[in-house]
């Protein structure tokens, strides 16, 4: 709220109270980029003030002013879809590799890797969607194992897309 107000921050503007942060101060190599790219975590920096080191006393104000924002920013992380990955006999498949494509702009996603527990997500936006599953490389005796795609879409205001695939082995392209 109070980047918004130009009488609070005399010394940037921010349309909208709103700025991108590498355009206010650029920081390369940071956690940010490591989380993104090298884990299924996404990490972001909330600028709630133009201060970048308010007073004590001035804490409980900007937690009073932008709370809710903060609070219904969290609860997006209940948009997208969610699922665990088995292999064909039932078992969860750690490191298996998500590929997420929307079917209207084409758009192809950063691939996401199944947990030690076959676990995977990925906050999408609402839109029409394909997604599988499948595990680099071949195996020994040339097989590989992948889903087929699969078909889904997501609505505004819908609940988190629960979604369990299956791998199958099929032979190695040659």
Not at 11 to 34: C, H, S
Not at 101 to 111: A, D, F, H, M
Not at 168 to 173: G, I
Request: some cysteine.
């Amino acid at each position: 709220m109070s980047m918004k107000n130009q009488s609070h921050c005399t010394r940037w503007f921010f349309k909208d109270g709103i700025t991108n942060g590498a355009e206010w101060y650029p920081l390369v190599g940071g956690m940010q980029d490591f989380n993104y790219l090298f884990s299924n975590g996404m990490e972001i920096t909330l600028e709630v003030s133009c201060c970048k080191y308010p007073k004590s006393y001035f804490v409980n104000n900007l937690w009073d002013q932008n709370y809710e924002s903060m609070i219904k920013y969290l609860e997006q992380v209940h948009q997208g879809v969610k699922g665990l990955v088995f292999d064909s006999s039932g078992f969860p498949v750690q490191n298996a590799k998500i590929m997420v494509e929307n079917l209207v702009t084409g758009n192809k996603y950063k691939t996401v890797v199944t947990s030690e527990f076959g676990e995977y997500w990925k906050l999408l936006l609402p839109g029409t969607y394909r997604m599988k599953a499948e595990v680099p490389g071949c195996l020994k005796g040339g097989t590989y194992k992948s889903s087929s795609w699969q078909k889904f879409e997501l609505r505004e205001n819908a609940p988190l897309l629960e979604f369990d695939m299956t791998l199958e082995e099929s032979a190695c392209p040659r």
